[in-house]
């Protein structure tokens, strides 16, 4: 059973353009909603995070859109560029669980020059 | 600068073998992880260590199985690999307090 939703699997967004990536998560106890960012032979690295107390998070180009009546949260990346092109994942982790995280499945960002 | 190393970046083993994956991170974490990565199934937690000697099974344990004698170092064993083990392993750690993990490059494992 999977607990984080995330979609689309894949995204092409021109150069300039907003790329959208969306999360949805079903346990209501989860506190703390990372985005990890993936470039082609690394591991992934926290790009930004947000805990159910706030709405919004915005770190430069990156903001997270939190909603948590719906248990959805989503990443934006504004005004898009080539070197955004790597694997997001969401995630979503709970104090009462060792604080481990529960990953969705990534999206591969290609943004095109 | 955090620092999780593994101990290769590819590695070419036969059926059968068993097989070592080291993984070493210098921040003085308590916790580590292991996870493999494959297309289209996302990151699956295989182990995880929350102190020395401790650990904990995660969602795909079966033929796994993991050593943590000294705090800065975390071992995946595959102990008869099978083809099916072909794979990204990646490793983290973390401060028991945070929920950050920091990750390693990881180790590109293939079974023939």
């Known amino acids: 059973q999977q607990q984080v939703k995330q979609s689309p699997q894949s995204l092409i967004v021109q150069k300039g353009g907003i790329s959208i990536i969306n999360c949805a998560y079903e346990?209501?106890?989860?506190?703390?909603f990372p985005w990890y960012q993936q470039f082609p032979g690394k591991g992934p690295a926290l790009l930004i995070a947000i805990r159910p107390d706030v709405s919004e998070k915005k770190e430069g180009r990156f903001t997270i859109s939190f909603n948590k009546s719906a248990k959805q949260f989503s990443l934006h990346i504004m005004d898009s560029q080539p070197g955004d092109s790597a694997t997001y994942f969401c995630?979503?982790?709970?104090?009462?669980?060792?604080?481990?995280?529960?990953w969705g499945l990534g999206t591969s960002l290609a943004v095109n020059p | 600068d955090v620092k999780v190393t593994q101990s290769s970046r590819y590695l070419v083993k036969r059926t059968g073998e068993k097989v070592f994956l080291e993984c070493v991170q210098d921040m003085d974490h308590e916790n580590m992880f292991w996870y493999r990565q494959d297309p289209g199934l996302g990151l699956r937690l295989i182990y995880f260590?929350?102190?020395?000697?401790?650990?904990e099974k995660g969602d795909i344990p079966e033929g796994y199985s993991v050593s943590r004698e000294k705090k800065e170092r975390f071992s995946l064993i595959l102990e008869s690999a099978s083809t099916n083990q072909t794979s990204m392993y990646l490793c983290?750690?973390?401060?028991?307090?945070?929920?950050?993990?920091?990750f390693g490059p990881g180790t590109r494992l293939t079974v023939t």
């Open positions: 983290a750690s973390r401060s028991s307090l945070s929920y950050e993990q920091y």
């Open positions: 995630a979503a982790g709970n104090a009462g669980n060792n604080r481990k995280l529960i």
């Open positions: 346990n209501t106890a989860f506190d703390y």
């Open positions: 260590s929350y102190d020395v000697k401790m650990k």
